[in-house]
C-alpha cells in the first residue's frame, strides 16, 4: 500500500491510494489504467460550497525493484469532486423501509421458454422475491404524529442505475416539508444479480418490480410520477401499460432518450461485456476489462465498477422503441410535462435529449433557458410540456439546480390541484423559505397570475395553502 498526495491548490487537497502488484510500466496512466491494481480517490474540500481549482498536477511515486519511479500529469480534478458539497452533509430524517415484493413472473416464464441468454437460473414459475428499500415520507409523518390523512398529494420518485432516494436529498424535504408525500424505491444493485443469475436490469424488469410494489404497498393512482435519466424507461412503461399507475403529471430529469449514448461506444465492446458478465465464470474478468477501459476514457464512473456495470446494463437491456410508443402516447394525451435537460450532461447526449422532447410533445426551440448561474436568460413555451434547460446542470440536475428544480416540481403539483383543500406547510417551512426569499425569486415560476399572486403571499409568510 502506498499514498501519494497529488496536490495542495489553496483550499482544494486530493488524497490518492495506489494499491499495486509489480509492472514493468512506468507510466502514471498505465497505473491507473491497469485493472490489476484497486485505485481509490478521495477529495477534501476546507470551508468552500464547490471545487475552486479546476485542475491539479498528479505526483505519483512508486518502487519499480528497488528505485523510486515518479510520474507527473495534470489532471482535471473536478470529475472526482462532490457535485453538490452540502448533499454529504444535509440532515435525512427518512426512514428506509424494506419489503420482499414476488415480481416477473409471467415475463421469466416467456424468456425460459424462448431461451433468452442470462436467464436460464430464473424461476420457472412463480417470480423472483426481489427486497425493496425505499422511504415513504408519508408513512414516517404518519407513525410520528399519528393521524391519518389522505389530503396530501403524493409523488412516487423512480431513480437511475446506479440511483437511490439519497440523490433526491434537496427534492424529498423540499416537497414533505411543503405537503407533498414522497415514496421512492430502491433498484435492485449487481451484487443482487450476482446472487440470483437472472436479474440484469432490463426495462421490463424493472417495469414489472416498480408495479408490483406499489401493488404491496397500495399505490394505484398518484399526483406526479419522477424519473431520473434511465429510470424515464419504466417511468413511462408503468403509466402506458394496460392497468399501470394512474398519474396526473410527469416530471423527466435528465432522462435517458430514444436511442442509445455515445458513451456506450464502442458498442461492441459493452454489448460483449454485458453478454459475458452474465456468466458467473467471467465475472471477475470483466470488471477488469471494464476498469481498463473507462479509466483510459476517463469515464465518470470508473471509481466503483458495480456502479459502472449496472449503468451499462441498463442502458444496454432498455427498450428503445417502446420508450419511443411510451413518449408519443404521453404526447397523445396531452399529460401534463415538466423536463429538465443540461447542455454539459456528460451521460446523456443533449443531441439526444433535444430529440425526445418533442416526442413528448414539447418545443426545443422554445425551452426556458438558464444560464450557468441558474439565472433564467429566455422565456419558453406554457404548453402541456414545459422543458427546463440548463447550461451547467451536469445529469444530476435536480442537485445541481435545486433551487429551480424544487420550486417548478412544487408549481407544477400545485396547479393541479389549485381548487383542492390540502395540508398547509408548517411553520418551519414557511420560516425557511422566508430565509431564503431570493433563491424564491430567482425560479420566476410562470404559472398564471394566480400562482405570482400565493408567491408574494408566500414571501411576506402567509402561504395560504399548499405550495404557495
Known sequence: MQQSRL????????????????????????????????????????????????????????????????????????????DTGCSQTAPWHYRERTINVTTCAQ??????????????????????????????TGLDRTEKEGNQTNSRPVVVIVTGAPGSYRDF???????????VDVISPVWPDLAFSRQSGCWWHSSEEKTNLALDFLNAI?????????????????????????????????????????RQITKMRPYWFTDNLGRLYKHRWAQRLCEKAGYAYLTITRHPLKKNMDNAI???????????????RDAEAVRDWKLPTLVAISDNDKLIDLAISLDFVPLLGGNVDKTWYYDEDRNLIR????????????????????????DVINYEVLGLLSSLRREAKVETPSEAAVAETQGNRDI???????LGDRSRRRRRQWNKGDSGGFGF
Open 440 to 446: 424564491a425569486h430567482r425560479v420566476r415560476l410562470r
Open 107 to 136: 415475463l421469466y416464464s416467456k424468456w425460459r421458454r424462448e431461451g433468452r441468454p442470462g436467464y436460464k437460473n430464473a424461476p420457472a414459475e412463480g417470480g423472483l422475491c426481489v427486497p425493496v428499500s425505499y422511504v415513504h
Open 379 to 402: 422565456a419558453g413555451e406554457d404548453s402541456h410540456v414545459r422543458t427546463l434547460r440548463f447550461a451547467k446542470g451536469t445529469h444530476y440536475v435536480f442537485s445541481r439546480c435545486a
Open 218 to 258: 397500495n399505490i394505484r393512482e398518484v399526483d406526479m410520477l419522477v424519473a431520473h435519466s434511465s429510470g424515464s424507461f419504466p417511468a413511462l412503461r408503468m403509466i402506458t401499460v394496460p392497468g399501470g399507475l394512474k398519474v396526473k403529471a410527469l416530471t423527466l430529469l435528465a432522462p435517458a432518450g430514444h
Open 169 to 179: 436529498v434537496h427534492l424529498i424535504p423540499f416537497l414533505d416539508r411543503n405537503g
Open 310 to 324: 449496472l449503468a451499462m446494463d441498463a442502458m444496454l437491456y432498455a427498450d428503445y422503441q417502446q420508450l419511443k
Open 7 to 82: 496536490g495542495a491548490f489553496r483550499e482544494f487537497a486530493v488524497l490518492q491510494t495506489l494499491e499495486y502488484t509489480q509492472s514493468k510500466l512506468p507510466t502514471t496512466r498505465v497505473i491507473l489504467a491497469s485493472p490489476r491494481r484497486k485505485f481509490s480517490r478521495c477529495c477534501v474540500t476546507s470551508n468552500a460550497k464547490w471545487w475552486t481549482v479546476p485542475v491539479a498536477c498528479i505526483g505519483v511515486n512508486r518502487h519499480r525493484t528497488s528505485r523510486p519511479v515518479t510520474s507527473n500529469r495534470w489532471v482535471n480534478t473536478t470529475g472526482v469532486s462532490q
